[in-house]
């Protein structure tokens, strides 16, 4: 045997450590996968739901519920049951927006970085309430909200630079929302109608330049857009009806008038008409 093939490099037992060392982190490594696998597969949906719960409500400032995630860790498709977002508080009805299921796709490692990427969501038929009471509707107080929480103080504090650095940011690339039904409520008059929107898709929601409120807004802002336009015949088909109703009443004034100056004045018969006059108000207010 020469020098050469004692030299350190060519040394069988310091081969064979080396060996054992690179085995040793392989094993390692390879064991750290497993455990991060058989975590998501047990407790991911358990993520999720939680993620909702917590965040949701300090987000828009009322209430957020989920009944359960089922989403698979491997393909990272499934659906959220029975979500909902609650009404502001002052308003009648007790949720915003409710849908029975919601699909969903995300990158499921993404969970664990600072940018969660959700793929699609796609909500069919939800139940949305587009209630006006007094001055404003609930969606305007439901944006004010979010955009309150959006400005905050202007004071940087260590604690709130640190919550910047570790919030995580949201990317949807794809929502789409498919026969949204859609209550109107005019409060204040008493009148209800249901409409159904047209497909809102929305694309690259989020990011890094955007908070999680934004992204409610920006959603908030396609529904109004969509709902707005199906109040005004609401209201204009109320302001004529009451200029007919208007319109009769000065005319049975007129007839009574002019029959309390003749002296033929029918107790019974003002009576039926003041009744009929009562009635067609309530009607038209009550929209029956």
């Known amino acids: 045997m020469t020098k050469k093939d004692l030299t350190p490099n060519n040394n069988p037992l310091k081969q064979e450590n080396n060996m054992k060392k690179l085995l040793i982190i392989l094993l390692v490594l390879l064991g750290s996968v497993v455990v991060v696998v058989l975590f998501l597969y047990f407790n991911l949906n358990l993520i999720i739901e939680q993620g909702i719960k917590r965040i949701g409500p300090k987000v828009v400032k009322t209430s957020v519920g989920l009944d359960k995630a089922k989403v698979s860790l491997f393909s990272g498709q499934g659906k959220l049951l029975n979500f909902s977002v609650g009404n502001p508080a002052g308003f009648t009805s007790p949720y915003l927006f409710k849908v029975k299921n919601m699909f969903i796709k995300i990158e499921p490692m993404s969970l664990f970085k600072d940018m969660v990427i ?59 929302i498919r026969n949204a039904q859609v209550e109107v409520i005019l409060a204040d008059l008493g009148l209800k109608k249901q409409v159904i929107l047209k497909e809102i898709h929305l694309k690259n929601l989020g990011g890094k330049d955007k908070s999680q409120k934004q992204i409610f807004a920006s959603i908030t802002k396609s529904l109004v857009s969509q709902i707005l336009p199906t109040i005004t015949p609401m209201v204009e088909d109320l302001k004529a009806n009451i200029r007919q109703i208007k319109s009769k009443v000065i005319e049975e004034l007129k007839q009574g008038l002019k029959d309390l100056k003749k002296g033929v004045v029918d107790k019974n018969k003002v009576n039926t008409k003041v009744n009929n006059l009562r009635q067609g108000l309530n009607n038209l207010i009550h929209d029956k």
Request: proline letters at 2%; aromatic letters at 10%; charged letters at 35%.
């Open 118 to 176: 959700i793929d699609k969501i796609f909500i069919d038929s939800p139940y949305i309430v587009y209630e006006y009471r007094g001055k404003k509707s609930n969606f305007e107080v439901f944006q004010k909200n979010i955009e309150s929480k959006t400005k905050g103080s202007h004071k940087k504090s260590k604690e709130t630079t640190l919550k910047k650095k570790t919030q995580k940011h949201i990317l949807i690339r794809d929502l789409i």
